[in-house]
């Protein structure tokens, strides 16, 4: 946790300076759902996450260095500069990247599990990730009914963190998540995404059913952006949320939840850690070098199609 | 020699790549009994974990075989009507074609999208008659139209062997014809124009169901002109040095496609003929019109399909300048 809100903290700082261009969706608040969920997947286990997924792509064990890389534009980072924020992956870590279409992901995911299976990988399970807005596309409805169709070895992680954007979630979803989900067949629950123990005990079953083969799971973790939805707000001077609803929140801020479980010495050197990797990975970023513009259209395919200049 | 039939070549390209490769698994709905006939007896041969009946979830089954294909598949998904490509272009566009960059080269996506029953299909009307793969084209999805049974079947073997996705259609009007085969049937690559008939005055581009009528044209003209047909076989990528060959030969050019005309793959035959390959005369295109939706009765769906006697016209006027 602490190493995603350090290295969100940085990319805070270089979006405005303008060292990372578009901006980015911080996850700043939302740790403990990453890190939860996280802590009982493998390597081969994949996810799929979201435009606000620096968060899950650190967790599942991304190189900070090359994380941070990618949203610097270098050619060291994860997808050599090529995605950036919104599509950062680590195809070999499971990783099927972040993305910029909201909801985009569930089905991959679904693909991801079913493939699994087909292949008699049948230990693996995939992740996807999304937000409380995503519930209200249709694809990722049709995506629990497949997979609970199929039974696949699918967790759904729902993060409701109150807000698509500027909307409530009680403007924009009737019903509710749990009871949606399980109306498909997914076996729900409900956590308090705040609480980083909460959700690893929460998750650990649910992935654990999914390895056992008892099909496809949902899980609503309660929570919060500390930040704007993305860090254009602020300069907008945009808002919508009151801050007596912000206080109430941070003030469940689950890094230190976690910290007060923790020996004040323990703490104080997952810190001294995590100072070290987030300097590291600057250094690293920094130092690298970009992609030449000739070279933009790299890996737009597999296989080859010669392309022609616009010009 | 033994005849072969559109459908049963693309049956057989499914039945030989999934019996030669354990990953090809095909996705789409009522494809189990086989109701557009391609994929007929794939079910009993192969199974129902390889040959899966989805659910009416377009674009669900579509990301899934992106998931799928990146997890080291290679699917092939069927779609029961073109215009479904409306409801997947988020898939298909934004998603399974841009991950091989956005990646930065880490995933490919080897999804073949199979689009049988494409353009007119004579009295189902503006929503199950359209054409659109020149969409997939300006896109850049790797986009075939077989006109041959033959290569129908080597294109979608292509196709299915492609790191990328791929789409093929099927035209309507060609699901029903044959062709005599002498020996082998074999891949044909991506990207590889087919000169269906030589000539020395004018290149014709023919596309899809379109290529057997210019054939026909060029037949029924020979006492006239010496027509050469060409048929490109992808709309993307273009075999433009077969193409450029031959119109920077003839000088001469009318292209004919199932697309509406603006922005159609007729366009963009007709613009790189005038940037680089030395026209003598102005091309001409013979397309739907612009923005076309085709009508229920049948003399106004024809009225809006290109056909010989425009294709004819064309090529005459081409030819008088
Ligand atoms: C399909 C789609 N519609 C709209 C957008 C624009 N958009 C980006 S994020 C977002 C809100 C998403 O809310 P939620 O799913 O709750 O995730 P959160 O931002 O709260 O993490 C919107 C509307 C988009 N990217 N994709
Ligand atoms: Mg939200």
Redesign the pocket.
Known sequence: MRLIREFEEHCLEMAVTGTIVGGI?PYIG?EAVAVGVSAHLRKDDVITS???GHGHVLAKGADPKRALAELYGASTGLNRGRGGSMHAADVGLGIYGAN?????GAPIAVGAAWAARRQGRDQQVAVAY??????S?GVVLEAFNLAALWSLPVLFVC???????S?P?DRGLAGDPVRRAAGFGLTAAAVDGMDVEAVAEAAGRAVAACRAGRGPHFLECATY?FRG??TVEHLMGINYRDEAEVASWTARDPLARQRARLAPAVADEVDAEIAALIAEAVAFAGSSPGSDPRDALDYLYAGMVPTRPGA | MPSLSYIAALNQALRDEMARDERVCIFGEDVCLGLTGITKGLAEAHGTGRVVDTPLSEQAFTSLATGAAIAGQRPVVEFQIPSLLYLVFEQIANQAHKFSLMTGGQASVPVTYLVPGSGSRSGMAGQHSDHPYSLLAHVGVKTAVPATPSDAYGLLLSAIREPDPVAVFAPTLLMGTSEEIDGDLDAVPLGSARTHREGTDVTVVAVGHLVPVALQVAADLADEASVEVIDPRTVYPVDWETLGKSISRTGRLVVIDDSNRMCGFGAEIAATAAEEFGLAVPPKRVSRPDGAVIPYALNLDHALLPDALELTEAIRAVLRR
Do not use: S
């Open positions: 969706h939302q979201t435009h606000r910029g279409i909201v909801g985009a999304f937000g409380d807005g995503a519930l596309q993060e409701n963190n109150g807000y698509a954007i909307l979630v952006r939805h993305h």
